[in-house]
T-cell receptor, first 114, second 115 residues
Framework: GDSVTQTEGPVTLSEGTSLTVNCSYE??????LFWYVQYPGEGPQLLFK?????EKGSNRGFEATYNKEATSFHLQKASVQESDSAVYYC?????????????FGIGTLLSVKP | GPKVLQIPSHQIIDMGQMVTLNCDPV?????FYWYKQILGQQMEFLVN????????KSKLFKDQFSVERPDGSYFTLKIQPTALEDSAVYFC?????????????FGAGTRLSVL
């Protein structure tokens, strides 16, 4: 079945350093790939999504490229800030029988120190 | 952005009791979902719901689980009876439309502790 594997946390960085959270996926379908972010006390919210292979998504300085050949969707940011501290989830959805069934990775807890 | 509200944020009950988790989805959304996350594990799909009916459910959606949204009020997940392995955070989500490109909007979750 479909699956998503991502960097296990926690990840601790200093402000201004770069971030990479690895995400790889397995599916026989043509998925849309998502990054969700969950801040403390809140639910997961969409960071961005990419429906087509070889395209890049970005938001708030974060970006990821849908790499169909490598089945990867790594999240990157050049310079993190303390406000980026959160849990980041990689997810996919394939063309299913109904609705939208997201398959999530385990989540990566990022802590950014000032 | 659009908000999904979940009530309560934490529920503690004894094994064998019934529990109802409540979700107030985004007002014009038509598709509703429940996900389950056991501590330290992935968030997993339980069920989705549209037009008064379950559209799809996973193997985690046991016979003791049921969902409904009577008269456009709360979208609820009922567990009767509860078991120890039901202890988890349950996330409700809603979306305007179906389809694999659509965005789901999540609530903050209800932490269920079954003793």
């Amino acid at each position: 079945g479909d699956s998503v594997t991502q960097t296990e946390g926690p990840v601790t960085l200093s402000e201004g350093t770069s971030l990479t959270v690895n995400c790889s996926y397995e599916t026989k379908q043509y998925p849309t790939l998502f990054w969700y972010v969950q801040y403390p006390g809140e639910g997961p919210q969409l960071l961005f999504k990419v429906p087509k292979a070889n395209e890049k998504g970005s938001n708030r300085g974060f970006e990821a490229t849908y790499n169909k050949e490598a089945t990867s969707f790594h999240l990157q940011k050049a310079s993190v800030q303390e406000s980026d501290s959160a849990v980041y989830y990689c997810a996919l959805s394939g063309y299913g029988s109904s609705g939208n069934k997201l398959i999530f990775g385990i989540g990566t807890l990022l802590s950014v120190k000032p | 952005g659009p908000k999904v509200l979940q009530i309560p944020s934490h529920q503690i009950i004894d094994m064998g009791q019934m529990v109802t988790l409540n979700c107030d989805p985004v007002s014009n959304h038509l598709y509703f979902y429940w996900y389950k996350q056991i501590l330290g594990q992935q968030m997993e799909f339980l069920v989705n719901f549209y037009n008064g009916k379950v559209m799809e459910k996973s193997k985690l959606f046991k016979d003791q689980f049921s969902v409904e949204r009577p008269d456009g009020s709360y979208f609820t997940l009922k567990i009767q009876p509860t078991a120890l392995e039901d202890s988890a955070v349950y996330f409700c989500a809603s979306s305007l439309a179906a389809g694999y490109q659509n965005t789901l909007y999540f609530g903050a979750g209800t932490r269920l502790s079954v003793l």
